[in-house]
């Protein structure tokens, strides 16, 4: 079935009452027929919920909903984008691993792996995610994973995911892949052999900035990679907090298992049902709504190029970008998603062009309908010196649009008289 027939009607069967839409279900717990089902339940012989921490009626059909859009097997929704991801590492690493990520990381997730994990011994180690043998040289009998967004954020590379997976799949490594940006709509992580996807929520899923939450997918056949893998025993053997559960013996998707079972139940990070249900409402429109976020962007992109004052733009969708072949390569339909940045002369003119705006909201998050204008020297990367901006690629000049929806006539005229102000 197609994405948009996915997104408006996969995981969900109507009940008695007919409801054309998903019902919430809120609530905390769920009432056993006796004692038999709850002990059939909590031993997995029977299927069902149990308390809210651990599933939801509402929260299944996103999870469900989610992985058919991203061709996934089956997904785990969280809190947040960085519960995901962390939900992720913790998975397949514990204490004396190490993880290997891309340097080109969403700044959260910089923070997580450089200095969150680092106190949990678990350490991160980065490449370029332009440069394969870096990434190879980096590899060692404990690495768990390898992780890299499809699209980043803020420094809008495309990663040439085939090549990534390729070194993966030699070494018989996890690979994880952040597709907030490029979202299911764009980006196809698991055609090209990923084999775990995580996702804010928070962005383009919600669509309209109303929620935070995450997601977690897991691609299909999963269990053969993970079945006997020396890299991943916890997954072949007894798990004792689960009165000696093997994994990938249950025949079930084992990676969002084991993150159900184990770390939902143990940490908690578990999205709400209303939330969850703001995420299906959001999916309904999500490949409408990337059309036109791409749509938008490249005509921003492309009146940025031709403007005198601007320096340079970043935009997968410009022929004159560097990562044009790769998004040409990697992403659905020629659609590069709305986050576009342009440089321009220094702090004082990046200041002045920012606070000119008017229909642009300055604001840190993307995805949401309404254009967001953001300062990164100012917010994200304030404290970094005028070298560290430099070597991440964020100089003081830059600004960086997440396009919403609006006309991309007026997202122009007022970036044109900011410019000119
Ligand atoms: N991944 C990317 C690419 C992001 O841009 C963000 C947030 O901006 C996150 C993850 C974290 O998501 P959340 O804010 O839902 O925790």
Known sequence: MDLQTLALHEGYE?????????????????????VEHAANLFALKELGNIYTRLN??????????????????????????????????????????????AKQLYGGSLTQTAHTLKRFGIESRFFDVHNTQELENLIDEKTK?????????????????????????????????????????ICRPFEWGVDITVHSASKYTTGQGLAIGGILVERKGL????????????????????????????GLPAFTLRARLSLLRDLGAVVSPFNAWLFIQGMEHLSLRMREHSKNALALAEFLESHPKVKKVNYPGLQSNSNYAMAQK??????????????????EEATKIVNATKLYSLVVNIGDSKSIITHPASTTHQQLSHEE?????VPEGLIRISCGLESSYDLIEDIKQALEA
């Open 14 to 34: 109507k009940g008695s009452q007919g409801t054309m839409a998903v019902p919430i279900y809120q609530t905390t717990a769920y009432e056993f027929r006796d």
């Open 145 to 185: 994973v390898i992780f890299f967004e499809s699209l980043t954020n803020p420094s809008i590379d495309v990663a040439d995911i085939e090549a990534i997976v390729t070194i993966a799949n030699k070494h018989n490594i996890l690979t994880v892949v952040d597709n907030t940006v490029a979202t299911p709509v």
């Open 223 to 250: 269990n053969e990679k993970l079945k006997n893998n020396p890299r991943y025993e916890h997954f072949n053997t007894p798990d004792a907090s689960y009165h000696g559960l093997v994994y990938t013996d249950v």
């Open 389 to 393: 901006l430099l070597a991440c690629g």
């Open 56 to 101: 939801n009626p509402t929260t299944d059909v996103f999870e469900k909903r989610f992985a058919a859009l991203e061709g996934g097997e089956a997904a785990l929704a969280t809190s947040s984008g960085m519960s995901a991801i962390f939900f992720a590492f913790a998975n397949a690493a514990q204490a004396g691993d190490n993880i290997v990520c």
């Open 330 to 347: 990697y992403f659905q339909d020629g659609m590069c998603s709305g986050l576009l940045s342009f440089e321009v002369e220094g702090l």
